[in-house]
């Protein structure tokens, strides 16, 4: 976002009181900038400055000029000691301990202060810490020294030095004498307290600059904070207004026909206990305490799985399992006949009257007299609702089938496995399914939640995330090849959101949910980094995958693309044959990276991968990442290496308040055509509470009618998160909620719709001419008009995001004939509603024709052109 000529003369005339208060010139000369950090590191580079370093003026309250990447949220993610210098070339770099922890430094560099380049982590071998560093320039040797304390477990200080040119290689550390160190920290005290940092002595106009900036983040985030609950006082005298709308057929733009798509992460349990339909938790006995970072004392091997005691004992083996990716199994040893192992699913097991249920489970009997398994289940009283029995037990391991069909609608059941007679038993892998699965796929997904996303009509599918694809450390990076192929014979994982996956829901079947629902494939694929926020490993994404690995691992990829597109007389498509779906999937787009810090680490390994994908398969569409935020390092860096490598697509990724998609819909217009496109993989508007309603919806509505205008450059959108389930939500605002039995779509999910559901790959301009000019009425009124080729359709989007009811005088320059019958759909409220729904209706229209925009609504209008 730009500072327009308002801004500037605010921020001067701000200037101009500022410095009379603080009795000081317009331009004092020279002045001193002391950097230092607060808030226990919290808080990131803070600056103040001062005349005659006495009086010191903090620029923002403690703002954050630059804040530290390194590590996980929470305990991580702090700076402590930064010495700032400028070197030899004028450029500045801030160099700072990390934690007293590891033997790791950071380090940036920034031309104004206020702009950052990417951060790196050097790792320093024979020190136990860096803590305190201090950097001169060795002129002698025309090398930059750095110096640092290290200390550990009660032990005494050392000093230790090491020498740079480049501040990208680094020499052996060695030891030095304390007394050789110039601790060239200082105290200040800054509105009454104390800090320690650096002082520099600059120019006035690097002061000024700074302040100018703090004030811009502070004009900046005023209007991220503009909410739709003010707008009684902030339109208390507005009257209803009159507009002319006016189509522009001599101005049309091809636009992107993949504009609404659907960002899939298993997270919040969309996939097991969500979309899979799987019913029965912990099928396999893979839980693990580590899954949860042993936050739920809860989950182990036997989650979800209860016994009498009385009757029977339960022990997980894993010496002769049925596959080494599945190496646990249960043995259950039944003392009273009758009594068997008993799953409650995920919050109960929902069944339905008159509905048939598969049953499938790996058993072996230890004992002869063992030869058949009685399935049932069971409602809360235990009354039986269903049962079915499974017959010749052997004594090695084997796979048994059923059906169960249901005589009750029960919510909560459970099933229980019971044998014929007292005994020994293993088992594993069981697994009940409803038949009646997304277009009844075995194996398939829930019917309601797959119906619902299908009905959005999505272009495209992201899989499978979000930070799920790069997982919580390198280990944890989301592996396709594991997720095909046998249930048995598919790795489960911990996530990353600190839960289970089964991987049932795997690469197969998300490709086989694209083909069902005409959705072009979107895998992305780790860029052989993990996570940035990795707790595994300590410390986040600053490390990735060996380079002794990456040929491996960029083979994986290209194998992904040949098992995807690939004939059946290739290797991996031949795998896919067999799997049950000879034809290709015919894969045009993947994803490398996701949320990345742009690292020298990140830089390296993304360039490799994209390099093998382009020079083997040049059809691929590769699109790259931008990090996580739509301004900063990361945003800036991630777009300096898809211009450098002419990566075809970078994916953008923001999450604000319903202020900030009212204040910039002209973030798009003045991208460069020439470089690469856009995919807003990941966004959303939030309040402060966190729910979707009128205001949430209507913001994005706003904007997505921005992103329309912007079609040629924004190829691909997709909201995120798309699923939450009651109860396991690690993450609001969602798309769609659901418990076992129902699905809420939320307000916000009805504007995906109605874009989906009327997206056309022609943009045509109109004009708006309001009857009130003022700038916070005429940014809350937005049009949008595109045309269906394949059915000839007319779609004009209109939105109002204002308190008033807007009269609008349609032309639409003869595009149309008199008298023709249009459909209309209106989603409107009240900023805090969240349960309204679009209500569709029949209207004439023709040429030159009225339409009362309802205040807080967002209309489309649909009608077939000439």
Known sequence: MKLNQLILIVLCVFQIKFLKATNLTINPGQVYLFAYASNDGKSGLNFAWSIDEITWHSIGDNHTFLASDFGSWGSQKRMYSPYLFQDKEGLWHCIWSLNEEVNMFAHAASSNLYEWKRQSYPQIDDTNNFLEPEVFFDSTKNNYVISWISKSNGSEKEAFKMTTTNFKSYSKAEKMLLSNRKNERKDVVINGKKYQGIIHKVTWDLVDKLIKNEQWVKFHNSERDENLNDDPVRFSNLKPIEANITLLPEHTKSISDLLIGVFFEDINYAADGGLYAELIQNRDFEYKLSDTKNRDTTWTSTKAWYINPEAMTIVINNDTPIHKNNPNYAVIDVKKAGYGLINKGFDGIPIKKDEAYNISLFAKSYNKEIKHLNIQLKDENGTIIGQTLLKNIGNTWGKYKGVIKATQTVNNAIIEIAPNTTGKLALDMISLFPQKTYKNRPNGLRKDLAETIANLKPKFVRFPGGCVAHGDGIDNIYKWKNTIGNLEERLPQPNIWRYHQTVGLGYFEYFQFCEDINAEPLPVIAAGVPCQNSSTGGHG?????????????????????????????????????????????????IGIGNEDLITDVFEERFTMIFNAIKEKYPEITVIGTVGPFYMGTDYEEGWDVATKLKVPMVDEHYYQPPGWFINNQDFYDSYDRSKSKVYLGEYAAHVPNRRMNIQTALAEALYLASVERNGDVVSMTSFAPLLAKHGHTQWNPDLIYFNNTEVFPTVDYYVQQLYGNNYGETYMSSDIKLSNQDAKV??????????????????????????????????????????????????????????????TSTIKVSNAFNYKMPAYSFSIIRFKSN
């Open 541 to 589: 994404q600053q490390c990735g995958v060996s380079m002794d690995d990456m040929d491996s691992y960029i083979q994986d990829i290209l194998d992904l693309i040949e098992w995807a597109n690939g004939g059946v007389n290739t290797k991996w498509g031949n795998i896919r044959a067999k799997l049950g779906h000879p034809k290709p999937f015919n894969l045009k787009y």
């Open 778 to 839: 005429k940014q809350r009124i937005a049009s949008s008009v595109v045309k269906d080729s394949k059915t000839g359709d007319l779609i004009l989007k209109l939105v109002n995001v204002l308190p008033v009811e807007v009269n609008s005088n349609i032309n639409l320059n003869n595009i149309v004939a008199n008298g023709l019958d249009a459909t209309l759909t209106v989603l409107q409220g009240q900023p805090n509603d969240e349960h309204q729904k679009p209500v």
